[in-house]
């Protein structure tokens, strides 16, 4: 199984990104796909995530500011980013995982900065 993120890069406070990741190989359709960060010196944490069945989870920081949403029939995953703060700096990385995370596959990340 594969991953590969997009739509990384700088960004001013309160403007927007999208990201994008796209999953390929032998992948279970019953699956969560999510989005975790992790900024210099701290452990990555998870941004969100959404089941095969549209069920999502959003860590409280980004609740109301960012959105996930899938395309199961491309395997792919997005992370709509609005009013972005300097905190949101972090190295975005995808996951793609099933059976309770027994399968976990993990994107390259994707580096997101935003300036103050």
């Known amino acids: 199984v594969q991953l590969q993120a997009s739509g990384g890069g700088l960004v001013q406070a309160g403007g927007s990104l999208r990201l994008t990741c796209v999953a390929s190989g032998s992948i279970n359709s019953i699956n969560t796909m999510g989005w975790y960060r992790q900024a210099p010196g701290k452990q990555r944490e998870l941004v969100a995530s959404?089941?095969?069945?549209?069920?999502?989870n959003y860590a409280d920081s980004v609740k109301g500011r960012f959105t996930i949403s899938r395309d199961s029939a491309k395997n792919t995953v997005h992370l709509q980013m609005n009013s972005l703060k300097p905190e949101d700096t972090a190295v975005y990385y995808c996951?793609?995982?099933?059976?309770?995370?027994?399968?976990?596959?993990w994107g390259q990340g994707t580096l997101v900065t935003v300036s103050s």
């Open positions: 996951n793609i995982a099933w059976y309770n995370r027994v399968y976990s596959y």
């Open positions: 959404i089941t095969y069945g549209g069920a999502t």
